[in-house]
């Protein structure tokens, strides 16, 4: 799958773009003042270079605030779009709302467009492709109206590849040659955005099962002059994993080759990291496609332990899915059944499918029989779905057809009654040049008018008998595929509901086996070692003022006190940070005052913060709060102060 950052240089442009455009169009609206072209050089001087790292980035609302206190008026859009691109991409709803105030403040139809291009981004990313295409579709029709078709362009891109994540591969191919046809008209060196276009091609054409065009596109992505390209050994390095992914299934010594080139071209640049797990993942696939298994194993532990993070929904869990399987290959049951739940969480409809089919093979080897009948149940309905939706598609191919056929028709008959009526014309006035009488011309015209009328109701007849077979035939089809979906919807809800309840069975146990074991485990390490060990007089008066002050006590406190921050983090994971350094400190047996000094804040702040961590922590008041985290972990206590 592509991750979020697949296209980074189409939006690199576009930013450079949009600073342009909206600088100025500021500049217009203040022309009485020059603008301060050094105050941003000055400021980040001032501030390690990077003087927006300083603001409340979590807080769009104080950013802009502290913008317009700070700012020339000038050039606040120019930082209003720098502030963006300092927000981390793991808030959607902080990132909106910068672009909601990028919009209020700044208004100009390049922010509005800019801002579509972006929301259209995170929709496709968060698989909400519906309201992705809405928001792409209105930034297409503002770049066009603002005669920048290279940026309308980014908006196709990007509608293609939310039509490759739903396996729309003909629109999918379709927009992205729609953009290729933009880029030889503009632009015709091998950039970024041709580079990643073409990776995009090749990569619909394997999911679409067109082998022979996947080929013939790696070849291109091989051969091209890469001159252009800042760091172009990571563009070779991917290309050659796309060749390994291509000849995974008939050739995996071939795949081992291309996945082995990947890796030593990354590491003839990077001599001692280690290599990207997407590398490690593929070569790991084809050992394990080859059927060395136990070979394939600790590229697949490697590669899962190193996962990217979740930004991409769709790549993120077939890390697991195929550690999973290679469990499965290996007889590691158990193993192999953790890996392959944890990925059921994939939006990839074949992936899930593939998921519960694993599954399926667990329980049936563990003689599970009810859940694995279950199990393959589940991945029955998942492919249904998916041939349900094929089928859906494949009818509405047939009513289009039908339509073409229908205008076909109806062109044929029309010159058909023309025809006809050319012909009776003719005979009319041929009757009359044989000396017919006057009379007899004057019938046979108006026989031959009513018989065109007859003709022609005929005809208008035979249409309305068609377009109500054609009305017929449509509400079949959506009465056949209503009841097919809801069939299909209420077998899925009940399977689920079945497979819900037997999974808060197995968490329950698994929480009740993992807390007895970590308890066994904080004993035996405690019994272990030389007597009660106290905490020593540094981590005791440490204060936590900055970022780096909790980084340090943290470390320290989890070397004189090992096994219960991890502890805290799986079995409270909501917890905040200032909640978690809270828990810590009173841990640790500072009282109030204590806690005060250490953290630089008042006492009334203690208290609340108290307050707020025993509901955190589900406590019926605060009173219980001390004696709680005291037997956190079952620690003997004779070094609290």
């Not at 859906?392 to 028709?409: E, G, H, N, V, W």
Request: aromatic share 12%.
């Amino acid at each position: 799958m592509m991750r979020r950052n697949g296209s980074p240089y189409f939006f690199y442009y576009l930013t450079l773009l949009c600073c342009c455009l909206v600088s100025t169009f500021s500049c217009q609206k203040n022309h009485l003042s020059e603008p301060d072209s050094t105050f941003f050089e000055r400021q980040n001087a001032a501030h390690d270079g990077d003087y927006l790292a300083t603001y409340p980035l979590s807080d769009p609302d104080s950013c802009i605030a502290r913008l317009k206190a700070e700012v020339p008026a000038e050039l606040q859009p120019w930082g209003c779009l720098s502030i963006w691109y300092h927000l981390p991409r793991t808030n959607p709803e902080v990132n909106f709302r910068l672009l909601d105030l990028y919009e209020e403040n700044y208004p100009h139809d390049t922010v509005f467009a800019f801002a579509q291009m972006v929301r259209g981004e995170f929709f496709v990313d968060l698989a909400q492709f519906d309201t992705a295409q809405i928001c792409l579709a209105d930034a297409h029709d503002r770049y066009t109206r603002l005669h920048r078709p290279l940026d309308a362009s980014d908006a196709t891109y990007l509608l293609a590849r939310s039509y490759l994540y739903q396996n729309n591969y003909a629109d999918a191919l379709q927009a992205y040659f729609d953009v290729l046809d933009i880029l030889n008209v503009h632009d015709t060196t091998f950039s970024h955005r041709r580079a990643y276009l073409y990776k995009d091609i090749a990569v619909a054409y394997e999911r679409s099962g067109n082998n022979i065009q996947e080929l013939n596109w790696l070849k291109k992505m091989w051969d091209a002059d890469l001159s252009k390209l800042d760091n172009s050994w990571v563009y070779k390095a991917k290309v050659a994993t796309n060749f390994s992914a291509y000849y995974l299934t008939e050739n995996p010594d071939s795949s081992i080759f291309w996945a082995n080139t990947a890796i030593s071209i990354f590491k003839a640049e990077n001599e001692s990291a280690p290599p990207p797990a997407r590398f490690v993942y593929w070569l790991a696939r084809a050992y394990f496609k080859k059927g060395e298994c136990q070979t394939a194993l600790p590229f697949f532990r490697d590669a899962y332990r190193r996962n990217p993070d979740q930004s991409s929904l769709f790549g993120y869990y077939q890390y697991g899915l195929a550690l999973g399987e290679c469990y499965l290959c290996v007889g590691k049951l158990d193993s192999a059944e953790v890996y392959i739940e944890e990925s059921l969480a994939t939006p990839d409809t074949g992936n899930l499918a593939k998921a519960y089919e694993l599954l399926g093979e667990v329980y049936g080897k563990q003689q599970r029989y009810q859940k694995a009948w279950l199990a393959e149940k589940e991945s029955a309905q998942l492919t249904k779905a998916k041939i349900t939706s094929d089928r859906i598609k494949a009818t509405a191919d047939a009513d289009a057809r039908y339509q073409l056929a229908q205008k076909a028709y109806q062109i044929q008959t029309l010159e058909s009654a023309h025809k006809i009526t050319r012909q009776r014309n003719l005979i009319v006035s041929l009757l009359g040049l044989l000396l017919l009488s006057f009379l007899l011309f004057r019938y046979q015209r108006q026989r031959a008018k009513h018989q065109i009328l007859e003709q022609e109701r005929n005809v208008l007849e035979q249409e309305k008998q068609l377009l109500d077979q054609a009305k017929k035939i449509a509400e079949a089809n959506e009465r056949l595929k209503n009841q097919e979906l809801l069939l299909a919807q209420k077998d899925l809800v009940e399977t689920q509901d079945q497979l819900n309840k037997t999974i808060d069975i197995l968490t329950l146990k698994n929480q009740m086996i993992e807390e007895l074991h970590l308890r066994i485990t904080d004993t035996d390490s405690q019994s272990g070692r030389n007597g009660n060990r106290e905490p020593d007089e540094y981590l005791t008066s440490m204060k936590i003022l900055t970022p780096a002050d909790w980084v340090r006590f943290q470390k320290r406190f989890d070397e004189q006190l090992p096994g219960i921050i991890p502890k805290l983090q799986r079995d409270f994971p909501n917890l905040t940070s200032a909640e978690t350094r809270l828990f810590l400190l009173i841990k640790l047996g500072f009282d109030t005052s204590e806690i005060s000094e250490t953290l630089g804040i008042a006492r009334d702040s203690v208290w609340r913060s108290r307050h707020r961590l025993s509901k955190k922590l589900n406590l019926p008041d605060t009173n219980t709060l001390d004696s709680f985290i005291g037997a956190f972990m079952c620690l003997k206590n004779s070094w609290i102060k």
